[in-house]
């Protein structure tokens, strides 16, 4: 029987969980930064990357600093808008690619993104350097990678944008969150919502191949009418991309948890329902629970492939996670402000970026558990022969959990591919939660937030 029809007091206990309370954690990567640990001793990054088999890779630089903190972040970013503490960590990045771009050598990157904080915070000649990073030092070849950008309404500018348009940037993602200006300034939004149509306006007119722009559902105050506003306002502008996200909080985010429910009700999965039939009907395919988007082209461009269930990830700067199969590393984690600009000293003083000494090391039983996630949770969907080919075992075997997503129709198998659903997708930050071992919940539950 489709779960459609079934009742909540119908499903199994573990099914009762899965829809009731779908909104957990947003589970962007396996493990999660919260699982990882000191490193001891610390493990030769030359030695990692020698040892790595993937045929194409993904360079990532983090720019740890933004204007101002929003209600529900809890990413790692300093509020500095300061261009001498920018120049010196840019600095320092550039130190980091020097000792690195010996291990990459003939590894050609397929993607190149540039997130934060907020990136284009940096002045438009820092910009540019992070480019000339990328491309004299580690060997960025910008006519096969695949190049986004993030940035924010109060960023948008004439020099940023020349910069982002001379160094071939395909994606450029700007973060909205809500056209009303009730909502944003409950989330504390530095920018009125006038100031993100105007950046909107800009960014059509250097008409970049493809235009992001995030939107958050679940606000202080929102309803159904005004998070429809927002989106067809978010329409009107053509992009080819829309990520929804779910309002989530946590003790150290400036929001707190109870806020959500402070009108009596969670409609977070309302809203999400409206979003989805209205994006769908605007002529744009789900690819995940956030993303969705309209077929692009993009034959500007010979990109090289690239699989999101590969490893590969090269993360420069403080704050970036970089990704080989067998180990996940990165600076520290922190949120208070205090901690954070005390981990980016750190990360500017230092000499020699060459020992992987804050991470977790992935076996056999967690690298299958990050090779179905990351299928699973996306469109394409788990292939299980593709996992009997690197694992040499059979998925719905090792997990029994898979069986049970098909069970309540959460999932489907079709031609050998295991996807979810629409009722699945809706639940992903659940299914994700639902999926995490008992030893990385262990080391989450553990953390202890700086």
């Known amino acids: 029987m489709p779960s459609s029809l079934l009742t909540s007091a119908e499903l199994p206990e573990w099914g009762q969980r899965w829809l009731q309370a779908p909104y957990r954690s947003y589970l962007y990567s396996y493990p999660h930064k919260t699982a990882y640990r000191s490193l001891e001793p610390g493990l030769s990054l030359q030695e990692l990357w020698e040892q790595e088999q993937t045929d194409y890779y993904f360079l990532y630089m983090h720019i740890p600093f933004c204007g101002a903190r929003c209600g529900f972040c809890n990413l790692f970013t300093l509020p500095d808008r300061r261009a001498d503490v920018h120049e010196r960590y840019v600095d320092a990045l550039q130190r980091q690619a020097e000792q690195w771009s010996p291990w990459f050598a003939g590894r050609p990157f397929s993607r190149f993104a540039i997130g934060g904080g907020t990136p284009t915070l940096l ?6 350097r992070l480019f000339d990073i990328a491309e004299g030092i580690m060997g960025l070849d910008p006519t096969q990678a695949s190049i986004s950008v993030e940035t924010s309404p109060e960023t948008v500018t004439e020099d940023r944008l020349r910069v982002l348009k001379d ?4 994606r450029v993602s700007i973060g909205v969150q809500s056209f009303v200006t009730e909502e944003a300034a409950a989330i504390y939004r530095p920018q009125n919502p006038r100031i993100a149509e105007e950046a909107l306006e800009k960014l059509k007119s250097y008409d970049f191949p493809l235009l992001n722009i995030d939107l958050i559902y679940g606000l202080p105050g929102q309803t159904a009418d005004s998070w429809l506003y927002s989106l067809e306002k978010a329409l009107s502008y053509e992009p080819g991309e829309i990520f929804i996200y779910p309002l989530y909080t946590r003790e150290n985010t400036i929001l707190k948890p109870d806020q959500i429910h402070k009108q009596g009700n969670d409609i977070r999965m309302d809203l999400y329902h409206i979003a ?3 994006l769908e009907a605007a002529g744009f395919k789900q690819y995940s629970m956030r993303r969705f988007a309209r077929e ?11 699989s999101c269930q590969e490893e590969g990830m090269a993360g420069l700067g403080c704050g970036a996670r970089s990704y080989t199969r067998g180990v996940h590393y990165a600076s520290h984690y922190g949120v ?6 005390s981990i980016i000293a750190d990360y500017v003083t230092t000499e020699a970026y060459d020992k992987a000494d ?3 090391v992935l076996n056999e039983v967690e690298q299958k558990r990050r090779f179905i996630l990351k299928a699973l949770l996306h469109r394409e969907g788990l292939e299980l022969a ?5 694992f040499r075992s059979d998925a719905m075997a090792d997990h029994a959990d898979l069986g049970q997503l098909l069970e309540i129709g959460f999932a489907v198998v079709e031609a050998g591919v295991l996807r979810l659903t629409t009722l699945g997708m809706a639940h992903s930050d659940a299914i994700g939660d639902e999926m995490i071992s008992g030893d990385v919940r262990t080391l989450m539950e553990g953390y202890e937030m700086r």
């Open 123 to 128: 002045v438009a000649k820092q910009l540019n």
């Open 167 to 170: 160094r071939q940037t395909d």
């Open 276 to 278: 989805r039939q209205t």
């Open 296 to 306: 692009i082209d993009f034959t500007h461009k010979e990109i090289l492939p690239f």
């Open 336 to 341: 208070s402000a205090a901690t954070t600009r």
């Open 358 to 360: 804050y991470g977790f």
């Open 386 to 390: 593709s996992y009997h080919q690197r």
